[in-house]
């Protein structure tokens, strides 16, 4: 069946250095989405990619879907303690049903 | 955005018992609702999806008699945890999709289940 895989698992930066986390499906995808879990809540949507090679920015998230719509990255500038959370894509092969991708949390140090 | 609610929050119960957990969509209709389980510290497993009105559709490993679910109507899915042992400890959580968003998929706040 279709896997989703993140990577880094962890990540741990200082506040101000920059973040990134990749995420690769093991089937192409027809769209992408980005959620954030802080510790103890649910995964809240960040944003939806649909179209190849497409690029969308929220203020200091940029995130990038793939040529192919297999993979797709979310690159955070500067983070801040703020963006501590785990950031988890969701792939949909067409059904509507989306898969998890592993997650990649990230904690920010002060 | 659009809401979902899912209730209760927290729940104990004994070793088989059976405890019910609700999902609601409460300002649109999800013809279409999937429920998740967490583990700590790990990601979402897709256990069914719920269709308002059919049998839900069970991922590969999740036992149906199990793990009961009822879509009865356009704002409310359930699902049942039979026989419940302390290995069904875990984060249960719902999600309804939103077509006038693109499909955008909306969680509940999530159900923590402990068993003991």
């Known amino acids: 069946g279709q896997q989703v895989m993140q990577i880094p698992q962890y990540q741990h930066v200082q506040e101000g250095e920059d973040f990134t986390t990749y995420c690769n499906s093991s089937?192409?995808?027809?769209?992408i989405q980005w959620y954030k879990q802080r510790p103890g809540g649910h995964p809240v949507f960040l944003i939806q990619?649909?179209?190849?090679?497409e690029v969308k920015k929220q203020k200091r998230l940029t995130f990038q879907f793939g040529e192919a719509k297999k993979n797709s990255s979310l690159h955070i500038t500067a983070t801040q303690t703020t963006d501590v959370g785990t950031y988890f894509c969701a792939g949909d092969s067409g059904t509507y049903k989306y898969i998890f991708g592993t997650g990649t949390r990230l904690k920010v140090l002060a | 955005g659009a809401v979902v609610s899912q209730h209760p929050s927290w729940v104990i119960c004994k070793s088989g018992t059976s405890v019910k957990i609700e999902c609601r969509s409460l300002d649109f209709q999800a013809t279409t609702m999937f429920w998740y389980r967490q583990f700590p510290k790990q990601s979402l497993m897709l256990m069914a999806t719920s269709n308002e009105g059919s049998k839900a559709t069970y991922e590969q490993g999740v036992e149906k008699d199990k793990f009961l679910i009822n879509h009865a109507s356009l704002t409310l899915s359930t699902l049942t945890v039979t026989s419940a042992h302390p290995e069904d400890s875990s984060f249960y959580i719902c999600s309804a999709s939103y077509p006038s968003s693109g499909n955008t998929i909306y969680f509940g706040e999530g159900s923590w289940l402990t068993v003991v």
């Open positions: 089937t192409t995808l027809s769209n």
């Open positions: 990619l649909v179209k190849s090679g």
